[in-house]
């Protein structure tokens, strides 16, 4: 039996470009989607981690009487107290964490937000600019 001379044995060359380039918008369009999805979640993981921050610092605070001058205190006991018997920490379990930029996470005692007690934030994605995840 004789093949007709008008069956298609395979995919021509523009076929196969075509359904690659319809691949490749596809492609893009996810990764185009995922980038606010992860800032996103960088932001809500470093809002996590101030607030564990935050939950130390009171501690450290109820148990000192003043706030610490570092975020170092919360895991290694200052030189100067005016009572070192009160300090019974490390008031975090590991050490401080960086945030979800790779930055360490930034404090002051007094706060220019809280003057009356600490401010804790991330400078966030763009290095040395504040950002807009804080205690505040």
């Not at 076929?15 to 932001?43: D, H, N, T």
């Amino acid at each position: 039996m004789a093949r007709s001379p008008n069956r298609r044995r395979g995919f021509t060359l523009v076929e196969v470009l075509l359904v690659l380039m319809i691949l490749v918008f596809m492609a893009s369009l996810a990764v185009m989607a995922y980038g606010p999805i992860q800032r996103q979640w960088k932001v809500s993981g470093a809002k996590t981690q101030i607030g564990a921050l935050k939950s130390a610092i009171e501690l450290y605070q109820l148990s000192v009487g003043s706030f610490p001058t570092t975020l170092n205190d919360l895991r290694q006991q200052p030189s100067g107290l005016a009572n070192p018997t009160k300090w019974t920490g490390p008031y975090l379990d590991n050490d401080v964490p960086l945030d979800p930029w790779d930055h360490p996470y930034q404090y002051a005692c007094p706060g220019t937000h809280h003057p009356e007690s600490y401010d804790v934030w991330s400078l966030g994605p763009q290095d040395g600019v504040q950002g807009e995840v804080g205690n505040w």
